[in-house]
T-cell receptor
């Protein structure tokens, strides 16, 4: 049973470009969370999605950031017109239900570097 | 919203010693407290969790205690080994809500052989 998969593992973008981060949850998991980890900081919640629905995007910047989890395929975190402050590790996690006491399984992360 | 403070930010111990990491939280409605271990270049992995209806939970060399009144919880690792070296994160969440977790800042634990 494969774990949570994220790709790419490393992504380099120049200021103003777009970054697309992909997350394939564990088999049977229909709940996905995205977190951002700045250097030497903890993980900050960004967005929580179920299949085809955004449930909570309160941690995601209103501009330039968007997320989706289509019926088929991986969840996508999209950052438009990246700036240097977007440089961070982005982790997704999945769980079988949305209950907080269900373990969230984390992927290996995508490390985004903006030049 | 919830705020979780974690201390210390770095902790260095000798192999065989115990290590203690402490966290405080602000939202009295939080009732689920997981601890994650993150190794270099990997995603966080759950190592133990506790719910607010218990005060202590133990799993081999790892234990977690919770003081709801004071709103703090701690991770205890006994008989530390070099492979315990990693970054440890505490987190808090509301059991009545979905799985949004608020994480502490992390503790870099180094176990010297």
């Amino acid at each position: 049973n494969a774990g949570v998969m994220q790709n790419p593992r490393h992504l380099v973008r120049r200021r103003g470009q777009e970054a697309r981060l992909r997350c394939s949850p564990m088999k049977g998991h229909s709940h996905v969370y995205w977190y951002r980890q700045l250097p030497e900081e903890g993980l900050k919640f960004m967005v929580y999605l179920q299949k085809e629905n955004i449930i909570d995007e309160s941690g995601m910047p209103k501009e330039r950031f968007s997320a989706e989890f289509p019926k088929e395929g991986p969840s996508i975190l999209r950052i438009q017109q990246v700036v240097r402050g977007d440089s961070a590790a982005y982790f997704c996690a999945s769980s079988p239900t949305g209950t907080v006491t269900n373990e969230q399984f984390f992927g290996p992360g995508t490390r985004l570097t903006v030049l | 919203g919830e705020n979780v403070e974690q201390h210390p930010s770095t902790l260095s111990v000798q192999e065989g010693d115990s290590a203690v990491i402490k966290c405080t939280y602000s939202d009295s409605a939080s009732n689920y407290f997981p601890w994650y271990k993150q190794e270099l270049g990997k995603g966080p992995q759950l190592i133990i969790d506790i719910r607010s209806n218990v005060g202590e939970k133990k799993d081999q060399r790892i234990a977690v205690t919770l003081n709801k009144t004071a709103k703090h919880f701690s991770l205890h690792i006994t008989e530390t080994q070099p492979e315990d070296s990693a970054v440890y994160f505490c987190a808090a969440g509301r059991g009545t809500s979905y799985g949004k977790l608020t994480f502490g800042q992390g503790t870099i634990l180094t176990v010297h052989p």
